[in-house]
């Protein structure tokens, strides 16, 4: 579908078939469904959408949704029901912590319609002047979200997909290769100094400030909150560590590994285990781990494969079942394998389970953003390696990798000898 958006008005028409090219252009967008998640982490708030605006209509393009708002995309509210269209006339953020106390809001129609407190909305407007719409959340209950750091990641977020709109209009007009590859790399950079910077240094602050209080604090209540306050933000970088990865092995930088030789890879191994075995003292965690020889390769990444299966074994697994990690040479290969009980991955879905925010749906715990699996297979394969899956009621699931011991021409492959 061709997607001309550079020849339309200042404001969007509202016909059918120019709101569907719209909702179509914004699903094209990888990166949204990931921006949405992190907004929602980020601030606590359960609904956030990009919202296509109109002369006379307010359309959802992206939604998440976990407070069944209702919305999907496609999907269209009264205009002048909402506070959008009074960012757009003033082409301005709107930013509510809670509306029932706010002097402004707390008798405005819209709070009171759709029962909401906390509100963030912030124009997503293109190069070319058009108000494309908004970038907004919502959550029934209070949020603080008036930092300003809250709010500049909003206006990063929504000039991030003004630019990712721009760059689907270049593709589609088929303009110049070298103007295409200029603003890949621009995005790219972009949106990795977004989650690497913007997001990481706040967060720090916020896990600071929790050692410090549960340091100080007396009360075990108090001190509960505080330590809970660190384990959310160990979720939240390990999420943004998750599409860090995911932008450089996706948008053009690939994935990166630092080869260098490990004396003793089972240490680095062991020490996996024994943090999650630190962690989940009530789970059994059996450890075969036993290459006793030196292997070329990025141990800090080798790490990560192993984290994200065994963790991946322990969410998914047999509640209270084993989880059996095993690491040995083989010929010319390390194999690391991490086994799990319980009920198998159907076989439909055994060549989707590495597709990047792919979740098994017959799971109901949702937790990350689907990357884990994504990611092991890509500094897998960045090793000149291997990922499987084997699953089945009888046998287990079982994820085997399997890296090349000697990992010499990595060395002279600029692509894969960054550092990360």
Request: proline fraction near 4%; glycine fraction near 8%; hydrophobic fraction near 30%.
């Given at each position: 579908m061709s997607v001309n958006l550079a020849a339309q008005p200042l404001t969007a028409n509202d016909s059918a078939e120019e709101i569907a090219r719209d909702v179509a252009a914004v699903n094209k967008l990888q990166a949204v469904p990931t921006l949405l998640e992190v907004l929602c982490e980020s601030t606590g708030m359960r609904f956030a959408a990009v919202?296509?605006?109109?002369?006379?209509?307010?359309?959802?393009?992206?939604?998440?949704?976990?407070?069944?708002?209702?919305?999907?995309?496609?999907?269209?509210?009264?205009?002048?029901?909402?506070?959008?269209?009074?960012?757009?006339?003033?082409?301005?953020?709107?930013?509510?912590?809670?509306?029932?106390?706010?002097?402004?809001?707390?008798?405005?129609?819209?709070?009171?319609?759709?029962?909401i407190e906390s509100y963030v909305s912030v124009p997503i407007v293109l190069s070319s002047g058009r108000y494309f719409g908004n970038l907004c959340a919502i959550d029934p209950a209070p949020a603080k979200v008036a930092d300003p750091k809250i709010l500049g990641m909003f206006t990063r977020f929504a000039a991030l997909i003004a630019m990712q709109l721009?760059?689907?209009?270049?593709?589609?007009?088929?303009?110049?290769?070298?103007?295409?590859?200029?603003?890949?790399n621009e995005l790219r950079e972009q949106f990795i100094a977004i989650l690497g910077h913007d997001l990481r240094n706040p967060l720090q602050a916020v896990y600071s400030a929790g050692v410090l209080l549960e340091r100080k604090i007396t009360d075990p209540a108090l001190k509960g909150v505080a330590a809970r306050i660190g384990i959310s933000v160990?979720?939240?970088?390990?999420?943004?560590?998750?599409?860090?990865?995911?932008?450089?092995?996706?948008?053009?930088?690939?994935?990166?590994?630092?080869?260098?030789?490990?004396?003793?890879?089972d240490a680095g191994l062991n020490a996996v285990v024994r943090e999650f075995q630190d962690g989940?003292?009530?789970?059994?965690?059996?450890?075969?781990?036993?290459?006793?020889?030196?292997v070329r390769c990025d141990l800090g990444r080798v790490q990560q494969v192993a984290s994200n299966l065994i963790g991946n074994a322990l969410k998914h697994g047999a509640p209270g079942g084993p989880v059996k990690v095993s690491a040995q040479a083989e010929d010319s290969d390390l194999v690391l394998s991490v086994w799990n009980g319980?009920?198998?991955?159907?076989?439909?879905?055994?060549?989707?389970?590495?597709?990047?925010?792919?979740?098994?749906?017959?799971?109901?715990?949702?937790?990350?953003?689907?990357?884990?699996?994504?990611?092991?297979?890509?500094?897998?394969?960045?090793?000149?390696?291997?990922?499987?899956?084997?699953?089945?009621?009888?046998?287990?699931?079982?994820?085997?990798?399997?890296?090349?011991?000697?990992?010499?021409?990595?060395?002279?492959?600029?692509?894969?000898?960054?550092?990360?």
């Open positions: 919202a296509r605006i109109g002369e006379n209509t307010w359309t959802a393009c992206a939604v998440k949704d976990d407070i069944d708002f209702g919305l999907t995309p496609g999907g269209q509210l009264d205009l002048e029901s909402t506070l959008c269209i009074e960012s757009k006339r003033s082409n301005a953020p709107i930013v509510i912590e809670q509306a029932s106390t706010d002097t402004r809001y707390c008798n405005h129609h819209t709070p009171k319609l759709y029962k721009e760059s689907e209009i270049a593709r589609q007009e088929d303009q110049s290769a070298l103007r295409g590859a200029h603003a890949a160990k979720r939240m970088s390990s999420l943004i560590n998750d599409v860090l990865d995911f932008a450089r092995a996706r948008l053009g930088e690939g994935m990166g590994v630092r080869v260098a030789e490990v004396e003793d890879i989940q003292p009530g789970r059994q965690i059996l450890a075969n781990i036993s290459v006793t020889r030196k319980g009920e198998p991955i159907s076989p439909e879905n055994l060549d989707k389970i590495c597709e990047p925010f792919w979740r098994q749906s017959s799971t109901g715990n949702r937790e990350g953003l689907g990357l884990g699996l994504y990611i092991c297979s890509e500094i897998v394969r960045a090793h000149g390696g291997t990922l499987s899956v084997t699953s089945s009621q009888e046998r287990g699931t079982s994820f085997t990798a399997r890296l090349p011991l000697d990992a010499d021409r990595l060395d002279q492959d600029p692509g894969n000898t960054r550092s990360h």
